[in-house]
């Protein structure tokens, strides 16, 4: 090791979960087959999906997916619904619409 290397250390990925290396590599293989199959998903959620199914366990999973409980909106989801109190609808159609002359 060189001066160099000791006055300034390598980048350590934050590892807040504590995983070891193996788990590591293995969590780095199933994100990458994740984006594969998820491709227009952002890695953050397919990380927070990866580590929810991993400490959560395998039967808390089979119940919350049988139960249903995932269907319901979350606790920090926002209100549904409302009222629309404006709307205009163009036909591209019409000679004053605004996509008429593309």
Do not use: C, H
């Amino acid at each position: 090791m060189n001066d160099l290397e000791k006055e300034i250390p390598r980048y350590e990925a934050p590892n807040p979960f504590k995983y070891t290396k193996v788990q590591l590599a293995t969590r780095k293989r199933a994100l990458l087959d994740m984006k594969k199959d998820y491709p227009s998903l952002p890695d953050g959620w397919l990380e927070m999906v990866y580590d929810f199914y991993v400490y959560t366990g395998e039967e808390e999973v089979a119940r919350i997916m049988e139960s249903g409980e995932w269907e319901k909106p979350g606790k920090f989801s926002g209100k549904l619904g409302g009222i629309l109190k404006n709307m205009e609808v163009f036909d591209p159609e019409e000679a004053d619409s605004p996509d008429a002359n593309e």
